[in-house]
């Protein structure tokens, strides 16, 4: 029964994991007035929020699409790290495959841009990626190590 569930969590989580690279490289595959279509409103309506709470800050259009290049990173980085885990099994593998796994996707994710009217490949926006990717590899990896030793613990005290 062990190795359905596990099969399944495969699955489910490499199917999720692939939407999300697909999700990344579609959004670089808008043109720039597409783009900036879909960031707008994003930034029309975390101003609006910060207005209302009375926080006299107002965000550019950049801040958002940078904050946002990192949080999509971020979710494909868990993504990413519990997929790959649950092939390897072991967290220093774990993160040698999974970090270098989330740069090609950043890399070919900034390549694409190439592509579409008014976008550009920036290195920038590379590091911004990884970073998310290893922000989130890192806190995926602790919460993993954490979830071990309450394990083993719970294993010394019933055996």
């Given at each position: 029964m062990g190795n359905r569930?596990?099969?399944?969590?495969?699955?489910?989580?490499?199917?999720?994991?692939?939407?999300?690279?697909?999700?990344?490289?579609y959004n670089s595959s808008l043109s720039a007035v597409e783009s900036t279509e879909q960031s707008s409103p994003l930034t029309?309506?975390?101003?609006?929020?910060?207005?209302?709470?009375?926080?006299?800050l107002t965000l550019e259009e950049t801040v958002i699409r940078k904050a946002a290049h990192f949080t999509e990173y971020a979710v494909l980085g868990t993504l990413l790290t519990v997929t790959v885990h649950?092939?390897?099994?072991?967290?220093?593998?774990?993160?040698?495959?999974?970090?270098?796994?989330?740069?090609?996707?950043?890399?070919?994710?900034?390549?694409?841009?190439?592509?579409?009217?008014?976008?550009?490949?920036e290195v920038r926006d590379m590091l911004i990626d990884f970073c998310g990717i290893l922000f989130a590899a890192l806190i995926v990896t602790l919460i993993i190590s954490n979830i071990e030793k309450r394990r083993n613990k719970k294993g010394m005290k019933e055996g």
């Open positions: 569930k596990s099969t399944a969590a495969r699955i489910i989580l490499t199917v999720l994991t692939v939407t999300a690279v697909a999700a990344i490289f029309e309506l975390i101003n609006s929020f910060l207005s209302s709470l009375h926080i006299p649950l092939y390897v099994k072991k967290r220093s593998r774990t993160l040698l495959l999974a970090l270098p796994l989330g740069a090609v996707v950043a890399v070919c994710d900034e390549l694409i841009q190439l592509f579409p009217a008014g976008r550009s490949c």
